[in-house]
């Protein structure tokens, strides 16, 4: 499988695609300023406890108040109050937890009350996005991710992912990380660890161990409400996250971007460096991978299938629902089971393929095709589950139901990704009729007269919807011939295809849109 990253650098912010052999299987979208990213830090107010959720509501500074579960507490939630009180109080130096004699673990049974008490300050980590009307979900089991470990204070415990197989590597990984680990700081041995060395695994469990230190010495410090420590940008964050042998290439438009990205990679892949490249072409990058069109193929309530089937998607407040459709897809009756077998199977590759691409979590109800025999139900359920062990949520799913029904549970750490694919033409605004394509000849010529004459611009270029484009060069005594009599000079007609029907804009030779 080839995989590439396309990241698209904007003033509004950065849109990154993850593409499986040319398909498009993840969109990422980072604006500027974005607060309460996952696994930010914040030093949280206490402003209501709530005993009857057993949970409280905490001040982080959002608009409304984030909900902290008993059960997000962390077992050494009483080691890590005792740590922000002694730090707060100037009483100890030092970053790490050497010298801290941990607490007892909390009651798993007990309540919050017991814990936590209104406007006391707690450390609190960011655990899901604010979504929809609600705030951010929040742990004050904190964690610092790495790219091949996960380090986990006021702990002794090593873990290792389920996803390393072999005991054999599964117990060097162990004795590795037990000669190397702090004391009071547990560790989470992630799946790209396989076969790693020593050094790699060092750094960055040193590296892991500098931001955990960076955040102790802001917190003395830090503002109640305020964000004491935040993660990476979500770009790097991603790369971190999934870059592997697998990739091929990593496309950058914005050369302040480019570097910063090849210095990453190089800091904690060096061999892949070479795989970031920037990006020089004058079409827009996500245009010349083919990804505009993907995008808006695949962010409709309808998306249709290869083979003439089609997915209807559904969203509501409490679930996700796909009808799979057979569509103009045809079969007699003694095919008619390996047939819903077959639009099935094709159904759930995509399915899998929308679940990352939309980032939809919580309850996803899909209504397959009803198929009688039990071995068929069978194969579609171990298919699915095949094709979902690429994603990186976490996840649930179920067999067919009796009715038919496949249900899937999916981690929901931040808001869906959605895309509207419709477009109200903001010409006519739904009437159906626009000015008249005469008329849009006098106004393109009126701001060209402009241009040419007063402004005394040269070799512009004019770009049109290719329609248009098609109408201005029509015959052989055509507009574009009229304009090079009228004005002594040829202008440049240019088919942009992404532009609406009765859209335009003119081109100086310096390559820079003149405003008009």
């Not at 993850?18 to 990213?37: F, G, M, P, R, S």
């Not at 089937?309 to 799979?324: F, Q, R, S």
């Not at 095919?335 to 199977?345: G, P």
């Not at 590759?349 to 939309?358: D, M, S, Y």
């Amino acid at each position: 499988m080839v995989k590439e990253l396309i990241i698209d650098s904007s003033p509004t912010g950065v849109t990154i695609a993850l593409i499986e052999d040319k398909q498009l299987v993840e969109l990422h979208k980072e604006h500027i300023n974005t607060n309460y990213a996952v696994g930010d830090i914040y030093l949280g107010r206490i402003k209501k406890i709530m005993p009857g959720l057993n949970a409280a509501f905490v001040d982080v500074g959002y608009e409304k108040d984030a909900f902290l579960h008993y059960f997000d507490l962390g077992p050494q939630v009483q080691s890590l109050l005792k740590l922000t009180k002694i730090k707060r109080n100037g009483t100890v130096s030092g970053t790490l937890l050497d010298n801290l004699k941990l607490e007892a673990d909390i009651n798993k049974a007990g309540k919050i009350s017991e814990v936590v008490s209104k406007n006391m300050l707690i450390p609190v980590q960011i655990a899901k996005e604010p979504i929809s009307t609600k705030g951010p979900r929040l742990s004050s089991d904190l964690s610092i991710a790495g790219r091949y470990i996960v380090l986990v204070p006021f702990s002794n415990v090593i873990s290792i992912s389920k996803k390393i197989k072999s005991n054999t590597e599964r117990n060097r990984l162990k004795k590795i990380i037990e000669s190397i680990k702090p004391k009071n700081f547990g560790v989470i041995i992630r799946t790209v660890s396989e076969g790693k060395g020593v050094e790699e695994l060092q750094k960055d469990l040193l590296d892991s161990v500098s931001k955990w230190s960076t955040f102790i010495k802001k917190l003395p410090e830090a503002e109640p409400s305020k964000r004491v420590w935040g993660e990476m940008d979500r770009t790097s964050t991603l790369i971190r996250d999934i870059l592997s042998a697998d990739f091929t290439n990593v496309y950058v438009n914005d050369a302040g971007l480019y570097e910063d990205i090849r210095s990453y990679v190089h800091e904690i892949s060096p061999e892949m460096e070479k795989i970031v490249k920037p990006y020089k072409h004058k079409e827009h990058i996500f245009e010349h991978f083919g990804i505009e069109k993907q995008i808006k193929n695949g962010f409709g309530k309808t998306v249709n299938l290869a083979g003439g089937a089609y997915l209807v998607v559904e969203h509501t407040e409490a679930l996700h629902v796909i009808d799979v459709n057979s569509g103009n897809r045809t079969a007699n009756k003694e095919n008619q089971e390996d047939n819903a077998l077959q639009v099935n199977k094709e159904a759930a590759k995509e399915i899998a393929r929308q679940l990352r691409l939309r980032d939809m979590g919580g309850i996803v109800v899909i209504d397959f095709i009803d198929m009688h025999k039990p071995v068929n139900r069978k194969m579609l359920f171990d298919y699915l589950r095949e094709l979902m062990l690429l994603d990186r949520a976490k996840h649930t799913i179920l067999p067919p139901s009796k009715f038919g029904l496949v249900q899937i549970t999916r981690q929901r750490v931040r808001p869906e990704m959605n895309i509207v694919t419709s477009e109200v033409c903001p010409m006519c605004h739904g009437t159906g009729e626009i000015k008249a394509s005469i008329v849009l000849m006098d106004d393109i010529e009126s701001n060209m007269n402009y241009i040419l004459r007063e402004q005394n611009e040269k070799n512009i270029t004019l770009c049109v919807h290719p329609y248009i484009e098609a109408f201005i060069k029509k015959g052989v005594y055509s507009l574009q011939w009229k304009w090079f009599f009228k004005f002594g000079q040829k202008i440049k007609v240019k088919a942009v295809p992404s532009y609406l029907l009765t859209e335009f804009h003119f081109i100086s030779s310096k390559d820079e849109e003149i405003k008009l």
